[in-house]
């Protein structure tokens, strides 16, 4: 699926987000290429299908990434939820893990920055979306299981972890 090697062509001096639609297409996903400097695409996981968002902002020199999905936890769970966010994100090095409770999403955030005119790889973009999508594999259980399944945010971590060891 998304850690497959695939032999993209030379990308030479291609922008940020023209390099994002060289990937988009080699793996096949809906895409749409919103404006010069924004791609937004639909990738199916296990669990979700992520609304996955890449854009090049040339005023800081980071290509931003955004993978959502939809999610509206009872109110009563939003305080579990959030410890369970910050247990999460103490897993993860390569982004954060925030709830938008105004537009119902779980978000999945990183930049990359390329300052000083540094050029992005394709194999860099594919493994940053790919990432993306296996933080939210991993966590979304565990995300249910606070919400909806009345466990405690320590219960659901130790479950995301042992999925995780889990798989090979």
Same mark, same amino acid.
């Given at each position: 699926?998304?850690?497959? *090697? !695939?032999?993209?062509?030379?990308?030479?001096?291609? &922008?940020?987000?023209?390099?994002?639609?060289?990937?988009?297409?080699? &793996?096949?996903?809906?895409?749409?290429?919103?404006?010069?400097?924004?791609?937004?695409?639909?990738?199916?996981?296990? #669990? %979700?299908?992520?609304?996955?968002?890449?854009? #090049?902002?040339?005023?800081?020199?980071?290509? *931003?990434?955004?993978?959502?999905?939809?999610?509206?936890?009872?109110?009563?769970?939003?305080?579990?939820?959030?410890?369970?966010?910050? *247990?999460?994100?103490?897993?993860?090095?390569?982004? !954060?893990?925030?709830? #938008?409770?105004?537009?119902?999403?779980?978000?999945?955030?990183?930049?990359?920055?390329?300052?000083?005119?540094?050029?992005?790889?394709?194999?860099?973009?594919? &493994?940053?979306?790919?990432?993306?999508?296996?933080?939210?594999?991993?966590?979304?259980?565990?995300?249910?299981?606070?919400?909806?399944?009345?466990?405690?945010?320590?219960?659901?971590?130790?479950?995301?972890?042992?999925?995780?060891?889990? %798989?090979?």
């Amino acid at each position: 699926m998304l850690h497959q *090697r !695939n032999s993209f062509a030379e990308t030479g001096d291609l &922008h940020p987000i023209d390099l994002v639609e060289t990937v988009a297409e080699a &793996h096949d996903w809906d895409f749409d290429r919103v404006g010069d400097d924004q791609i937004a695409m639909i990738v199916e996981g296990q #669990w %979700r299908t992520y609304s996955v968002t890449l854009a #090049w902002s040339e005023v800081d020199e980071t290509l *931003r990434l955004i993978c959502c999905f939809e999610m509206a936890p009872p109110d009563e769970s939003l305080p579990g939820l959030y410890e369970l966010l910050n *247990r999460a994100n103490d897993e993860c090095w390569t982004g !954060n893990f925030t709830y #938008w409770a105004r537009d119902d999403l779980m978000v999945f955030r990183y930049g990359l920055v390329l300052a000083g005119g540094a050029m992005a790889q394709a194999e860099q973009v594919n &493994h940053l979306i790919a990432e993306a999508v296996l933080a939210g594999e991993r966590f979304y259980p565990a995300f249910q299981l606070v919400c909806w399944g009345g466990r405690t945010p320590q219960e659901a971590m130790q479950i995301a972890i042992a999925e995780a060891y889990g %798989r090979a």
